[in-house]
């Protein structure tokens, strides 16, 4: 077995729209960059859907202050777009200089994941918020969340909550290629001045979790062995038990077996309720 | 019989150091009251004694009598004697904060229940969060919260239902949210929507006109969930707050069970905690920007609103209070309402209420200076408002006035029970008296100072006994009974009087002090009569400088005063000059011309406006004197000039009119008035001469100007006979009278004073009704029926005009 290289994390790519959770994305992208010294990109998606509404005259809008209901004036429309727009770039810039980060800004009109994904080609690390601009469905991330995190091409951190420095790092590890990615990237969160590692051991029994443990040792290759803890049998329900604290950062690999591929991702996603960094 | 100078014992009365039984101060006993002062006293004690409505007290007389050391005697003695009066606190008013609530507490309570509440406050603040972090209440809120949001969802979920059925989503818009038909999640685009069929269109039109009113219907529900669940979370919190508060209020209740008022305050507090339980979270994750930006704005933060202010703590003191307030503003009377910045407005509360001498004096007694008290703006009136109201009422001067519309505290009233003792001199009693109709209703008891008492073997004792008490109180060295002495001839000089003794304290205090310190320097243990002269002779030296600048240029002829030879019409008078505490004399040369004319004795001064009534006074009646003397059966055809020669500034008084009127006298008599002698003294329309005041520095600034040029034994001064007993002359001048180089001549008469200047007999009508022929009274009487003669030849008509008249 082999010592595991860090992967290095250069670009970062956010999600914007000026939500309140796109723009706590932003700052918690900018301080993972500037920990990881990495550039800092990004993408605000008009949403094609709201261009359509304007040009349907059958939609109706009915505003949120007013409880108003009239059609969208399509120039209005345009309008409020652009000026989301230019407030997502002030708070890129205003979050992007206290670090001196290097940072690009553009802007792109179409369906919002399938926008997001095809940027995310060629990053290394996409950040998104919980919800955007879309009606409550439920606990959990929104729509672009749960299609960004299952379907992106690189790692994905999805924010659930706030993130801040010095929070723990968990990170699941099963002994598969994914979850080896995943404390790859936990113990590079952990060297850039992240909280202390601790390795969620999942396995059926403890002598499998010690030796997993083993296993994660040699694969960081430090001279102090990180902290490990037995979550028991590898199913996503123990890594869910295992992880209550709001404030911890849960790194898991996007295709371990742990995870149980899409739906549990889902599951995942609808209950934890810290940030979750899905390793590719 | 000419008149004698007075002999030198007449000079000054001596005070016989052998007359003391005593060697030193030392060993003679304080005096208990101030001296001389028996009357003010009784005054004192019956206007303390007094409880009724206005009996309050003006202590008069002038500065340095000893009035406040007396008030302060006899206020202390009563004071001792009385019941500690209580605390009073102000406390904040939870049903209107501009109106602060005053609570009485028994004395010394009022700062431990200021402590307890400190102390409450802190428990406070850390059992509410500890309670309000729990796990419970956690739990508990994150109930109400799923609650709520589950409300929310299930309200949009049926609409998205509903919505989804029919092939139309629900999309947030930047204003809010939307409604339009989608295929495969992408909202139709215009080309796709006209190609449907139009029945197609029509339905979709009408189904997101009723989902549009069943969205809308859901939204404004949404407020109504919001509240609901707002007062589930305040009537929670109110129960968890009580549950964490309620006991440690309970605890503070037990001692102040006694206090209907602290208890009924204690229940308001708790009310309020329970109210505005969040003040004790901080700014948790959980309060939202408004919330914090307004607990910042709040002008009364929670440690302040549970606070007491302590206004008066009477918790050291003994007896009643006895304050005297050395500034007597409105703010420091009647206390006044303190501002702070916050966040660039002036705010204010009620622990920023300061109380004022009143609060503090309340239950004893106030001392004021009442000029002090006049001067400051609005405490005149807020002393008699509070005194007159019998409550203390803090108010901004500004709204006294009408000028402030702001909002400020209204604090409650005290009540006010307290004796104000004022201290002043008696002209300000009388015009307060003449002028304020309140003041006689508000003080009723006049205490009048003496500012001189007689002088006898046992006062001359008393006052030795009041230099022991000062020179103790002062830490001197003591007085020998020949210093005792020398003080007592002072005092006697200070009152102007040698028969009086001064009771102006201060001024012999002053020298006291300053006789001791040169006694100190001379390696004195005790003080001296030398030490004493030598006071009193630094003190004239170090305040004579515009006197002997005068003096110099009388010396050098600048100023013209003859003190030899003789002169037609010319006199010495004297006058006083007082610069601060200091007089001395100064002589002035007063002449007079005569000339034929109606009658009159032109006053030159008066003419210019530079001489005052008084002085008028006097000229009119020397004017009929000489009318009813000379002239009783002939025209007076006197015109007659008076003046004092050289004088720039103004003339008052009418010790001068005796030197005037033998300047006349001269002038009419054409005999020469000798230079070597000064004249002061008033004089009647019967030609008799009357006392004047300052006499021993009238003589004195004449003696000085002799002796400098040479006393030649043939000078000397006329003062009115009845001026002899307040003469107490500098020894230097006493001892020039007993080797008969000056001397001091008691006139009682005009014609005593004329034979004395003029070396010749005035004399007095015969049985044929005239004058011995040559005495000064005949010449005036021919020169008069002269001027008469005269005046008759011009009045009558020349001869031609007689005939031409006759015919």
Same mark, same amino acid.
């Given at each position: 077995?082999?010592?595991?290289?860090?992967?290095?994390?250069?670009?970062?790519?956010?999600?914007?729209?000026?939500?309140?959770?796109?723009?706590?994305?932003?700052?918690?992208?900018?301080?993972?960059?500037?920990?990881?010294?990495?550039?800092?990109?990004?993408?605000?998606?008009?949403?094609?859907?709201?261009?359509?509404?304007?040009?349907?005259?059958?939609?109706?809008?009915?505003?949120?202050?007013?409880?108003?209901?009239?059609?969208?004036?399509?120039?209005?429309?345009?309008?409020?777009?652009?000026?989301?727009?230019?407030?997502?770039?002030?708070?890129?810039?205003?979050?992007?200089?206290?670090?001196?980060?290097?940072?690009?800004?553009?802007?792109?009109?179409?369906?919002?994941?399938?926008?997001?994904?095809?940027?995310?080609?060629?990053?290394?690390?996409?950040?998104?918020?919980?919800?955007?601009?879309?009606?409550?469905?439920?606990?959990?991330?929104?729509?672009?969340?749960?299609?960004?995190?299952?379907?992106?091409?690189?790692?994905?951190?999805?924010?659930?909550?706030?993130?801040?420095?010095?929070?723990?790092?968990?990170?699941?590890?099963?002994?598969?290629?994914?979850?080896?990615?995943?404390?790859?990237?936990?113990?590079?969160?952990?060297?850039?001045?992240?909280?202390?590692?601790?390795?969620?051991?999942?396995?059926?029994?403890?002598?499998?979790?010690?030796?997993?443990?083993?296993?994660?040792?040699?694969?960081?290759?430090?001279?102090?062995?990180?902290?490990?803890?037995?979550?028991?049998?590898?199913?996503?329900?123990?890594?869910?038990?295992?992880?209550?604290?709001?404030?911890?950062?849960?790194?898991?690999?996007?295709?371990?077996?742990?995870?149980?591929?899409?739906?549990?991702?889902?599951?995942?996603?609808?209950?934890?309720?810290?940030?979750?960094?899905?390793?590719? | 019989?000419?008149?004698?100078?007075?002999?030198?014992?007449?000079?000054?009365?001596?005070?016989?150091?052998?007359?003391?039984?005593?060697?030193?101060?030392?060993?003679?006993?304080?005096?208990?009251?101030?001296?001389?002062?028996?009357?003010?006293?009784?005054?004192?004690?019956?206007?303390?004694?007094?409880?009724?409505?206005?009996?309050?007290?003006?202590?008069?007389?002038?500065?340095?009598?000893?009035?406040?050391?007396?008030?302060?005697?006899?206020?202390?003695?009563?004071?001792?004697?009385?019941?500690?009066?209580?605390?009073?606190?102000?406390?904040?008013?939870?049903?209107?904060?501009?109106?602060?609530?005053?609570?009485?507490?028994?004395?010394?309570?009022?700062?431990?229940?200021?402590?307890?509440?400190?102390?409450?406050?802190?428990?406070?603040?850390?059992?509410?969060?500890?309670?309000?972090?729990?796990?419970?209440?956690?739990?508990?809120?994150?109930?109400?919260?799923?609650?709520?949001?589950?409300?929310?969802?299930?309200?949009?979920?049926?609409?998205?239902?509903?919505?989804?059925?029919?092939?139309?989503?629900?999309?947030?818009?930047?204003?809010?949210?939307?409604?339009?038909?989608?295929?495969?999640?992408?909202?139709?685009?215009?080309?796709?929507?006209?190609?449907?069929?139009?029945?197609?269109?029509?339905?979709?039109?009408?189904?997101?006109?009723?989902?549009?009113?069943?969205?809308?219907?859901?939204?404004?529900?949404?407020?109504?969930?919001?509240?609901?669940?707002?007062?589930?979370?305040?009537?929670?919190?109110?129960?968890?707050? %009580?549950?964490?508060?309620?006991?440690?209020?309970?605890?503070?209740?037990?001692?102040?069970?006694?206090?209907?008022?602290?208890?009924?305050?204690?229940?308001?507090?708790?009310?309020?905690?329970?109210?505005?339980?969040?003040?004790?979270?901080?700014?948790?994750?959980?309060?939202?920007?408004?919330?914090?930006?307004?607990?910042?704005?709040?002008?009364?933060?929670?440690?302040?609103?549970?606070?007491?202010?302590?206004?008066?703590?009477?918790?050291?003191?003994?007896?009643?209070?006895?304050?005297?307030?050395?500034?007597?503003?409105?703010?420091?009377?009647?206390?006044?309402?303190?501002?702070?910045?916050?966040?660039?407005?002036?705010?204010?509360?009620?622990?920023?209420?300061?109380?004022?001498?009143?609060?503090?004096?309340?239950?004893?007694?106030?001392?004021?200076?009442?000029?002090?008290? %006049?001067?400051?703006?609005?405490?005149?009136?807020?002393?008699?408002?509070?005194?007159?109201?019998?409550?203390?009422?803090?108010?901004?001067?500004?709204?006294?006035?009408?000028?402030?519309?702001?909002?400020?505290?209204?604090?409650?009233?005290?009540?006010?029970?307290?004796?104000?003792?004022?201290?002043?001199?008696?002209?300000?009693?009388?015009?307060?008296?003449?002028?304020?109709?309140?003041?006689?209703?508000?003080?009723?008891?006049?205490?009048?100072?003496?500012?001189?008492?007689?002088?006898?073997?046992?006062?001359?004792?008393?006052?030795?006994?009041?230099?022991?008490?000062?020179?103790?109180?002062?830490?001197?060295?003591?007085?020998?009974?020949?210093?005792?002495?020398?003080?007592?001839?002072?005092?006697?000089?200070?009152?102007?009087?040698?028969?009086?003794?001064?009771?102006?304290?201060?001024?012999?205090?002053?020298?006291?002090?300053?006789?001791?310190?040169?006694?100190?320097?001379?390696?004195?243990?005790?003080?001296?009569?030398?030490?004493?002269?030598?006071?009193?002779?630094?003190?004239?030296?170090?305040?004579?400088?515009?006197?002997?600048?005068?003096?110099?240029?009388?010396?050098?002829?600048?100023?013209?005063?003859?003190?030899?030879?003789?002169?037609?019409?010319?006199?010495?008078?004297?006058?006083?000059?007082?610069?601060?505490?200091?007089?001395?004399?100064?002589?002035?040369?007063?002449?007079?011309?005569?000339?034929?004319?109606?009658?009159?004795?032109?006053?030159?001064?008066?003419?210019?406006?530079?001489?005052?009534?008084?002085?008028?006074?006097?000229?009119?009646?020397?004017?009929?004197?000489?009318?009813?003397?000379?002239?009783?059966?002939?025209?007076?055809?006197?015109?007659?000039?008076?003046?004092?020669?050289?004088?720039?500034?103004?003339?008052?008084?009418?010790?001068?009119?005796?030197?005037?009127?033998?300047?006349?006298?001269?002038?009419?008599?054409?005999?020469?008035?000798?230079?070597?002698?000064?004249?002061?003294?008033?004089?009647?329309?019967?030609?008799?001469?009357?006392?004047?005041?300052?006499?021993?520095?009238?003589?004195?600034?004449?003696?000085?100007?002799?002796?400098?040029?040479?006393?030649?034994?043939?000078?000397?001064?006329?003062?009115?006979?009845?001026?002899?007993?307040?003469?107490?002359?500098?020894?230097?001048?006493?001892?020039?009278?007993?080797?008969?180089?000056?001397?001091?001549?008691?006139?009682?008469?005009?014609?005593?004073?004329?034979?004395?200047?003029?070396?010749?007999?005035?004399?007095?009508?015969?049985?044929?009704?005239?004058?011995?022929?040559?005495?000064?009274?005949?010449?005036?009487?021919?020169?008069?029926?002269?001027?008469?003669?005269?005046?008759?030849?011009?009045?009558?008509?020349?001869?031609?005009?007689?005939?031409?008249?006759?015919?």
């Amino acid at each position: 077995m082999t010592t595991l290289e860090a992967r290095a994390l250069r670009r970062i790519l956010v999600a914007l729209d000026a939500s309140r959770s796109s723009l706590e994305a932003l700052r918690a992208a900018a301080a993972l960059a500037a920990r990881m010294g990495a550039e800092l990109e990004c993408l605000f998606i008009e949403d094609v859907n709201l261009v359509r509404l304007g040009q349907l005259p059958v939609a109706r809008q009915v505003t949120l202050t007013g409880g108003a209901a009239g059609p969208l004036e399509p120039l209005n429309l345009e309008a409020e777009l652009r000026a989301m727009a230019a407030r997502a770039r002030e708070a890129v810039a205003a979050a992007a200089a206290p670090f001196r980060l290097s940072w690009s800004f553009r802007v792109a009109r179409g369906q919002v994941s399938g926008e997001l994904l095809t940027a995310a080609v060629g990053a290394d690390l996409l950040v998104v918020g919980r919800a955007g601009y879309a009606v409550p469905r439920g606990r959990g991330p929104g729509r672009v969340a749960r299609a960004a995190a299952a379907r992106a091409p690189v790692s994905v951190l999805v924010l659930i909550g706030d993130i801040q420095p010095g929070r723990p790092v968990l990170a699941v590890f099963d002994g598969s290629p994914g979850s080896e990615r995943a404390l790859s990237l936990a113990a590079r969160l952990e060297g850039a001045g992240a909280g202390s590692l601790t390795v969620l051991l999942a396995a059926p029994t403890r002598e499998a979790a010690g030796r997993l443990a083993d296993q994660a040792a040699q694969l960081l290759g430090g001279a102090a062995a990180p902290a490990g803890r037995w979550i028991g049998g590898g199913r996503l329900s123990d890594v869910v038990r295992a992880v209550q604290e709001p404030d911890a950062l849960l790194v898991v690999g996007a295709d371990s077996p742990t995870l149980g591929g899409e739906a549990g991702l889902e599951r995942l996603l609808d209950e934890v309720a810290c940030p979750v960094l899905l390793a590719r | 019989m000419p008149v004698a100078p007075l002999s030198p014992d007449l000079l000054c009365r001596r005070s016989d150091p052998s007359r003391f039984e005593f060697r030193s101060t030392a060993e003679l006993a304080d005096l208990e009251e101030p001296l001389g002062q028996a009357r003010a006293a009784e005054a004192l004690r019956f206007g303390i004694a007094l409880r009724g409505e206005g009996y309050n007290i003006f202590a008069m007389g002038p500065v340095g009598v000893g009035k406040q050391t007396l008030v302060s005697h006899v206020l202390g003695r009563r004071a001792a004697e009385e019941r500690t009066p209580p605390d009073w606190v102000y406390l904040n008013n939870f049903e209107n904060r501009q109106q602060p609530r005053a609570v009485q507490l028994p004395a010394g309570r009022g700062t431990a229940f200021r402590e307890d509440m400190q102390r409450l406050v802190e428990e406070l603040r850390a059992a509410i969060p500890a309670v309000f972090e729990s796990d419970d209440y956690r739990t508990r809120l994150q109930v109400l919260e799923k609650q709520l949001e589950e409300k929310r969802e299930k309200a949009m979920h049926a609409v998205q239902e509903r919505a989804q059925q029919r092939g139309i989503a629900v999309i947030r818009t930047p204003m809010g949210l939307a409604l339009a038909p989608v295929r495969n999640g992408e909202v139709l685009d215009p080309d796709q929507f006209h190609q449907l069929p139009e029945e197609e269109q029509a339905r979709i039109q009408k189904d997101i006109a009723e989902l549009q009113e069943q969205l809308q219907a859901t939204l404004r529900s949404m407020p109504q969930l919001e509240r609901e669940h707002r007062e589930k979370v305040k009537d929670m919190n109110r129960e968890v707050a %009580l549950f964490a508060a309620g006991h440690l209020i309970d605890e503070l209740r037990k001692p102040y069970a006694d206090l209907p008022a602290v208890l009924a305050h204690l229940d308001a507090v708790q009310r309020d905690v329970v109210e505005n339980v969040h003040d004790f979270l901080g700014s948790g994750d959980g309060e939202d920007a408004a919330a914090q930006i307004r607990k910042l704005l709040s002008e009364t933060p929670a440690t302040h609103r549970y606070g007491v202010n302590v206004v008066v703590d009477n918790g050291s003191a003994k007896g009643a209070p006895v304050v005297y307030e050395d500034l007597p503003t409105h703010a420091s009377l009647v206390g006044r309402i303190d501002h702070h910045s916050h966040f660039g407005t002036l705010v204010t509360d009620f622990s920023l209420i300061r109380s004022g001498a009143l609060h503090r004096a309340n239950g004893g007694y106030l001392v004021l200076d009442v000029r002090k008290v %006049l001067q400051q703006p609005f405490a005149w009136e807020d002393l008699k408002r509070a005194l007159r109201t019998r409550e203390i009422r803090i108010e901004p001067p500004e709204r006294l006035i009408g000028l402030s519309g702001t909002s400020s505290l209204e604090p409650e009233r005290i009540p006010l029970d307290v004796k104000v003792v004022l201290l002043g001199e008696r002209l300000l009693y009388h015009l307060l008296a003449e002028y304020d109709p309140e003041f006689l209703e508000l003080f009723k008891v006049a205490a009048d100072f003496e500012e001189e008492i007689d002088r006898g073997p046992a006062s001359e004792l008393e006052y030795a006994r009041l230099v022991a008490t000062l020179g103790r109180s002062q830490v001197l060295r003591p007085f020998d009974r020949e210093a005792v002495a020398r003080v007592v001839e002072e005092g006697a000089r200070l009152a102007g009087d040698g028969e009086k003794l001064s009771t102006h304290v201060q001024g012999i205090a002053d020298l006291l002090r300053e006789a001791s310190q040169l006694a100190g320097e001379a390696g004195r243990e005790a003080v001296e009569r030398t030490d004493v002269q030598a006071a009193v002779e630094g003190r004239i030296r170090r305040a004579d400088r515009v006197r002997q600048r005068l003096l110099e240029e009388t010396r050098r002829g600048t100023i013209l005063i003859a003190t030899a030879g003789t002169a037609v019409g010319q006199v010495n008078g004297l006058s006083v000059v007082q610069l601060g505490q200091f007089a001395f004399g100064r002589p002035s040369r007063i002449t007079a011309r005569v000339r034929m004319g109606k009658g009159e004795v032109v006053d030159i001064e008066r003419e210019v406006e530079l001489g005052g009534p008084i002085h008028s006074k006097g000229v009119l009646i020397l004017a009929g004197f000489l009318g009813a003397r000379y002239a009783e059966d002939r025209p007076f055809t006197l015109s007659a000039s008076l003046v004092f020669e050289q004088s720039y500034g103004g003339v008052e008084g009418d010790s001068a009119s005796s030197a005037e009127l033998y300047a006349l006298l001269s002038a009419l008599s054409g005999l020469p008035i000798r230079q070597s002698l000064a004249v002061t003294g008033s004089v009647n329309q019967l030609g008799e001469i009357q006392a004047i005041g300052g006499v021993n520095e009238k003589i004195e600034g004449f003696f000085d100007l002799c002796q400098a040029r040479g006393l030649t034994g043939d000078q000397g001064v006329l003062i009115p006979a009845s001026n002899v007993k307040h003469l107490m002359l500098r020894s230097d001048v006493v001892e020039a009278a007993a080797a008969g180089r000056f001397h001091v001549y008691p006139v009682e008469t005009v014609d005593q004073g004329v034979e004395l200047l003029t070396g010749t007999l005035a004399g007095e009508r015969g049985p044929d009704g005239r004058f011995p022929e040559g005495t000064v009274n005949a010449r005036v009487v021919a020169r008069l029926a002269e001027m008469a003669e005269r005046a008759r030849a011009f009045a009558a008509p020349p001869q031609g005009a007689k005939g031409k008249a006759d015919a």
